[in-house]
């Protein structure tokens, strides 16, 4: 299904459901905008297991750090309250209601934000920003750092298998901090030596600072009725969020 869309109508849509999440501090409203994007998933044959496993295993644990200590802190009545010498620990009732909202909300987001990404080349991606008018220079940042980590992973990784071939028994703590930084600091002179040569080789050939691709974009009809759902989606989430507030 989404796949033939064309990137900016996908990039529209996906604006339009996160604003919508974003907005939204119902947990019904949030299940719903959820089920949608499975929907989308299933009909656009992405990977099911992979796509719910890698929003919902690290999602409630970063977001579940950011709002622990609303948790606690929240006015209202508490399961428990234990007293820590002049400060009353316990967990609000409230607190924990906006926190299950936020980790929903973050997982609805960040849903979109994968969907979009298996769906579409990250070049039509980073293409796709360029007809919103971001900034060059953010665009350019992206599409580096995205294939540079991967590279430095790689290198990173070469250099653990090559140390471990070449150690016979244990070594010692202190060995083994030494060899950590000074293989940091191998691979960052590395970075700062590929990156001047990248800069370049790019120049050399050519480059300007645009994202090209083979694609050649055009709207269709289709484009415009699903960016319209989105939209309507969008507003339909906003107008419930008043009714139910």
């Known amino acids: 299904l989404l796949q033939g869309f064309d990137p900016r109508a996908k990039l529209g849509m996906f604006f339009a459901i996160v604003l919508a999440a974003s907005l939204s501090a119902s947990l019904p409203i949030l299940g719903g905008l959820y089920l949608i994007l499975l929907l989308a998933a299933r009909a656009s044959q992405v990977p099911f297991d992979f796509?719910?496993?890698?929003?919902?295993?690290?999602?409630?644990?970063?977001?579940?750090?950011?709002?622990?200590?609303?948790?606690?802190?929240?006015?209202?009545?508490?399961?428990?309250?234990?007293?820590?010498?002049?400060?009353?620990?316990?967990?609000?009732?409230?607190g924990i209601a906006a926190a299950v909202v936020f980790v929903a909300r973050v997982g609805v987001?960040?849903?979109?934000?994968?969907?979009?990404?298996?769906?579409?080349g990250w070049a039509d991606v980073l293409k796709s920003l360029q007809t919103l008018r971001v900034p060059q220079v953010f665009i350019l940042i992206l599409s580096m750092s995205y294939r540079y980590i991967f590279l430095f992973l790689h290198a990173a990784n070469g250099m653990i298998e090559a140390?471990?071939?070449?150690?016979?028994?244990?070594?010692?703590?202190?060995?083994?901090?030494?060899?950590?930084?000074?293989s940091m600091g191998a691979l960052m002179n590395k970075s700062f030596k590929m990156s001047n040569d990248v800069y370049a080789a790019m120049l050399a050939r050519g480059f300007t600072g645009q994202i090209r691709t083979y694609s050649t974009y055009r709207m269709a009809e289709r484009d415009w009725l699903g960016l319209a759902a989105a939209v309507g989606i969008s507003v339909v989430t906003v107008a419930l969020e008043k009714i139910v507030r």
């Open 163 to 182: 140390r471990k071939s070449r150690t016979v028994g244990r070594t010692t703590g202190g060995e083994q901090r030494r060899w950590i930084s000074g």
């Open 109 to 120: 987001t960040v849903s979109v934000a994968i969907l979009l990404v298996m769906t579409t």
């Open 51 to 94: 796509f719910v496993k890698r929003v919902w295993i690290g999602i409630p644990f970063f977001a579940g750090i950011v709002i622990i200590p609303s948790i606690f802190f929240a006015p209202g009545p508490r399961l428990f309250d234990l007293p820590i010498g002049p400060i009353h620990l316990g967990m609000s009732i409230p």
